[in-house]
């Protein structure tokens, strides 16, 4: 009997230790947390460099940017793009932003039937990219209506070079 109630002793103990170091931990984090947020302008900058890129190379696209949240900032359909394209715009920025890359880069990296991939706003074809500025990730772009994913890429690639200098300047 006397082994029974240390052996009991000893489990409670040890189920007590994760709780308690739990609260500790607890204890140290700080009560509210800042998170930068891309402003409406900067958004609104990316979206237009996104869409003069295309015009340039005589494409009409759709671009959509999403916040750190996921949530539609910014979405831009010009002339003659195809009303398909915003849906899938918007599905290639919150892909690029929730896995913190390129969506290209994610192509063949979900394979299984079952996979995240198959996720509703999930799109790993290419022309999502992050917005990623002094180590946070503030959003993502994503551009459809080009020939080629590539293209919608390129162009998702120039709207975020059109506001990274000011971005990272912001984070000094």
Known sequence: MKTKNLMLVG?????????????????????????PRLS???????????????????????VTVVDRG??????????????VALPISRDKAYTAMSFNSATSALAGRFTEPASVAKAPGVLTSPGGVP?????AILGGIGVSGAPTGEDDEKCANAGLKSILEELEMSFM
């Open 11 to 35: 489990i409670l103990a040890m189920a007590a230790m994760p709780a308690a170091t739990s609260a500790a931990a607890v204890e140290k984090q700080p009560v509210t947390v800042n998170i």
């Open 40 to 62: 409406m302008e900067m958004a609104l900058r990316a979206a237009q460099g996104a869409i003069n890129a295309c015009r340039r190379a005589g494409v009409q696209i759709a």
């Open 70 to 83: 996921g949530d539609p900032q910014v979405v831009l359909r010009d002339v003659l793009a195809m009303d």
């Open 131 to 135: 917005i990623v500025a002094g180590g």
